[in-house]
């Protein structure tokens, strides 16, 4: 995994990968700061999302892609790419989102960086 710092300490990006190597509903998951991200490719675009459940303990790259939903594994509450809220219960929180960059085919995700330096 490589690493870049963002711009005036706001962002840490994190590489993902080529986008032409992310194929259309396909998922990639990269660790940075603590935290597993997965990186959904989907119709409408790139998403990156903690990539565990807001519920319990279930990875949603493990999860069923609906289009810009993620569906968890584990008991099946779905979880929209775009704002990371949940569609319905089990699930009562939102998941995190990042934004992803795609820089002449690199993806790269954003990771808010706080003024301490530490995890977010
Ligand atoms: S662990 Fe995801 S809905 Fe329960």
Known sequence: ???AAGDAGVAERVRV???????????????????????FHTEEGVFGVDDRCTHQDAALSDGFLEGCLIECPLHASFFDLRTG?????????????????DEDGELFVELPVPADGGVS
């Open 1 to 3: 995994m490589d690493t």
């Open 17 to 39: 990968g080529l986008l032409a190597d992310l194929r259309l509903d396909e998922v990639a998951v990269v660790e940075a700061r603590g935290r597993r991200i997965a990186v």
């Open 85 to 101: 809220e949940p569609s319905g219960p089990p699930a009562t929180r939102a998941v995190a989102t990042y934004p992803v960059v």
